[in-house]
């Protein structure tokens, strides 16, 4: 389903999308900030980014932040960063529900807007500093963030794997940063970080309203991001693909766990995206994926198994929680199912329902704000202009030689065992 | 001419509404015709959870006992049947197919965009033909065990099942979903034929679907598919809960950052329209007390004894169990507990902050309302009613009836704070 969208260009590296959307009962607005990684500077940023949503000079608090959102009926705000390939991605998003449903003829859509506004361009600062006692706050908050990285097992073996993949680029560490690099930040640097990121960043700005009139809403986003001085927007580098590494690394972490937890990243030195993504759904995205049908139903070796690919840096992620004594048996049969992949010796069935699930999936976008905004900003990172249906149209071309090329294209480059504790004799990596 | 009376249950506050149908197999099912939206959901559950450990039918003089975790396991083992499985047929329309197990319902659904009477096909039909042997079922066990010890490396899992162990002394509330990796190598076919025939009884069920659907093609599927079948009369039996809890504190230890805690308080079970009125009225006595909002909240984030993943949890609740509870990450968390114990007897003696209370009522507004924006939101809000014995949009029409009084009521007369377990893991 293509979008109702019309695009105002704003300035240089800066736009408004306004998604049209009479169905939904809320409003959405995103403000996305996108800078070039620079690893020493993710702590700031995040903090910084963490730190706008939490008060502003109006509402100075975090409680009179919480009240004011809860008098506009349970409105939502926040923020968010994350990689994608080169490029921090740092945004503030916030929601009501619609105009129509305010109980007192509130215009929430307006108070929102002011709302993000406020917090984007009137940030709880004192002299060319975040308040001290809002800033140690987010400060803990980032720190307490860091060291609960292990707590969640699955994705702190991700961010493991993930660190030694990328090991030596921009972007093998995650978005928020260094512990040592958050404990050096102070209410000065970090608001002269953030008065950078305002400067450096390319800003997309995304509304999705059933509002039939937002001409205001408009107009003061259009005001608000027009009077940033001094702006510099960097070029954004989201396709970078990350060079294989010599020989395989492997890491072998011991943890007291009860599972095991096993990825492997595969590189490819030139892939092609739309042959790329129907791949992984054939080899681990599906529940009748190649590593699902053998791998989690044949030989029962595991709960998950799942393979995804990541943009820009032409590399697929399998990941899979196991017995420490299956983890060898595991990844000889990933490796197994990828050798079939290459020969082309899967059903060729399996294309054609990885077809219909892409294009299932392409056609139930629209039916939630953030699929609408997802849409908008992937067409802007990836640079492709196809409509749904003109992606559909490139799922659906899609030939059995093209999963086999990709198949082919990639190389086993990095492999992370998290360790059991149990059974340390039957260890093999 | 409709074989099937529709009855249209419409929420003024909602702007939505929903069509009910008793199907004469016994089925309830409920659909949401949402205009626009091109996608559906549908939702196929049982009143059958894992605490559905112990019963017995109509004319049984005695009650059978089933292992831990059989529920669960029967969910996984629905999915495939002689010829092949359910996951299969599914990737053939393009529906996202899955199922989940709680403890007192397990439901299959799928999600898509295109061929949904395909699709609904697909699942009135896996889900109405059990297929178990030896083979297949031994198969299973490798895959749930993996999925349990994943369960048991997950700090957030295991704190709030230590914190319901010494909570409940008999209720089969305090077992594991999954049950355990012992528990499981009991289950058999016949155990499973046995929780099948009695649970998936189409008088126990429910079919909700929202979205991009016409109630007569769901209509037409069902008729076509749908076996009718005797309601047999199925009798539940608890062991006796006693009022207190087993202890006040656990701790347990797992790799984690900083300590972690659930603090919770065994409350008196209710159910139909008193429980959707207690929970509404329990939710906003523990966000006005606090919530991310209040003065105490505020208090203990400067102190650092708390961060912001200190949270209060949506009551946890059933057939025969209440449980209010918060959580989060500390250094400290029996100072936690004392501060928090001490605030709700504050509160108790000098009653809750009224303009908090009506704000509390706002954001349950808000949040039901944004909760209509889904298909999938309402497909469970539809099931979640049925599962409560209660109509679509019941919530919505309760939280205009709840009062400052109710919450003050609530707070001094439901809320023992002798009750309170402490759960901890730290590393």
């Known amino acids: 389903m293509n979008l109702k969208e019309t695009t105002i260009t704003l300035g240089e590296g800066m736009e408004l999308h306004t998604i049209f959307e009479p169905k939904f009962k809320t409003n959405t607005i995103r403000v996305m900030l996108l800078v070039p990684v620079i690893p020493e500077k993710n702590s700031a940023y995040s903090l910084a980014i963490s730190l706008l949503t939490e008060s502003n000079r109006k509402y100075p608090d975090n409680a009179s932040m919480t009240i004011k959102l809860d008098n506009m009926y349970s409105a939502n705000l926040g923020s968010s960063m994350s990689l994608n390939g080169r490029v921090m991605q740092l945004s503030i998003s916030g929601g009501t529900i619609a105009n129509r449903y305010a109980l007192n003829g509130e215009d929430l859509l307006g108070e929102l807007t002011e709302l993000v506004l406020d917090c984007i361009f009137d940030p709880n600062v004192k002299d060319g500093a975040f308040v001290e006692s809002e800033f140690k706050i987010e400060q803990k908050e980032l720190l307490d963030a860091i060291q609960a990285e292990i707590n969640q097992k699955r994705t702190y073996a991700l961010i493991r794997a993930r660190r030694t993949a990328f090991e030596g680029e921009p972007d093998a560490y995650p978005s928020y940063g260094t512990q040592e690099n958050a404990l050096q930040l102070t209410p000065e640097s970090v608001y002269e970080a953030y008065q950078e990121m305002l400067k450096r960043a390319v800003v ?6 059933p509002e039939k009139d937002v001409t205001a809403t408009v107009e003061q986003l259009k005001n608000a991001f027009t009077q940033i001085p001094d702006r510099k927007p960097e070029p954004l580098l989201f396709d970078c693909p990350s060079p294989l590494k010599k020989e395989v690394s492997e890491i072998i972490e011991p943890m007291d766990v009860v599972q095991s937890k096993l990825v492997m990243a595969f590189k490819a030195e030139e892939i092609e995206t739309y042959a790329f993504k129907m791949f992984s759904a054939m080899f681990g995205g599906l529940p009748v994926s190649m590593l699902f049908a053998n791998v989690r139903e044949k030989m029962s070796l595991c709960y998950y198994c799942a393979s995804r690919t990541l943009y820009g840096k032409n590399t697929l992620i399998v990941d899979s929680g196991v017995e420490l004594a299956n983890a060898q048996k595991t990844r000889e049969a990933i490796l197994e199912q990828l050798e079939l992949m290459k020969k082309g010796e899967f059903p060729d069935e399996l294309l054609e329902n990885a077809k219909t699930a892409m294009v299932g999936a392409l056609h139930g976008i629209g039916d939630t704000p953030s699929s609408c905004i997802s849409e908008c900003y992937e067409r802007f990172f990836t640079k492709d202009n196809s409509d749904v249906e003109g992606r559909v149209q490139k799922y659906l071309a899609l030939t059995k030689e093209d999963i086999v090329k990709v198949a082919n294209a990639l190389k086993l480059d990095t492999v992370y065992l998290m360790k059991q504790e149990e059974g340390e004799a039957d260890a093999e990596a | 001419m409709q074989k099937h009376e529709k009855k249209i249950i419409r929420s003024e506050q909602g702007d939505a509404e929903c069509i009910h149908i008793q199907h004469e197999s016994g089925l309830t099912i409920y659909i949401m015709e949402m205009e626009g939206y091109h996608s559906s959901f549908a939702l196929f559950g049982t009143k059958y959870g894992s605490i559905n450990t112990r019963f017995r039918l109509k004319g049984e003089e005695n009650y059978t006992e089933v292992p831990e975790g059989i529920a669960h396991y029967l969910e996984h083992k629905l999915f495939e049947n002689e010829d092949c499985d359910a996951f299969e047929q599914y990737a053939k329309t393009g529906a996202m197919g899955n199922a989940y197990t709680s403890f007192d319902r397990t439901a299959y659904l799928f999600a898509c965009s295109e061929n949904f009477t395909d699709s609904l096909r697909i699942l009135l039909s896996f889900v109405q033909n059990p297929y178990f042997t030896k083979e297949t079922v031994d ?268 919450a003050q009521k609530f707070l001094c007369e439901e809320i023992d704070t002798a009750k309170a377990v402490l759960s901890v893991i730290h590393s």
């Open chain 1, 204 to 209: 997309q700005i995304y509304l999705v309203t």
């Open chain 2, 139 to 406: 198969k299973e066990q490798g895959i749930i065990a993996q999925e349990i010890r994943m369960n048991d490396d997950d700090a957030n899992w295991r704190v709030f099942f230590n914190m319901l162990k010494a909570m409940y002394h008999n209720h089969p509330v305090r077992i594991d979903i999954a049950g355990t990796v012992e528990s499981i190598k009991q289950i058999n076919a016949e155990l499973l034929y046995k929780c099948y025939n009695t649970f998936y009884n189409l008088h126990n069920m429910v079919l909700s679907v929202a979205g991009n659907v016409k109630a007569d093609e769901v209509l037409a599927v069902c008729d076509e598919l749908l076996k009718p079948c005797e309601d047999q009369g199925l009798e539940q039996l608890y062991a006796d809960e006693p009022d207190d809890i087993v202890k006040p504190y656990v701790e347990d230890t797992l790799p984690v950052g900083k300590p972690i805690f659930n603090l919770g308080f065994k409350l008196k079970p209710q159910t139909g329209k008193e429980l959707v009125r207690s929970e509404l009225i329990a939710t906003s006595v523990l966000d006005v007390l606090l919530g991310s909002g209040s003065p105490f909240y505020q208090k203990l984030l400067e102190e650092g004894l708390i961060n912001s993943e200190f949270d209060t949890d949506a009551p946890f609740t059933g057939d025969g169990y209440f449980v209010l509870s918060c959580g989060g990450e500390t250094e400290k968390p029996e100072e936690v507990r004392d501060r928090i114990i001490a605030e709700i007897e504050r509160a108790k003696k000098e009653g809750l902050d009224k303009e908090a209370f009506e704000r509390s009522k706002r954001v349950h507004y808000g949040d039901i309302i944004r909760s209509l924006n889904s298909v999938e939101g309402n497909a469970s809000m539809m099931l979640n009613a049925y599962m409560a014995g209660l109509q679509p949009f019941s919530t919505v029409e309760a939280l205009a009836t709840i009062t400052y009084e109710d």
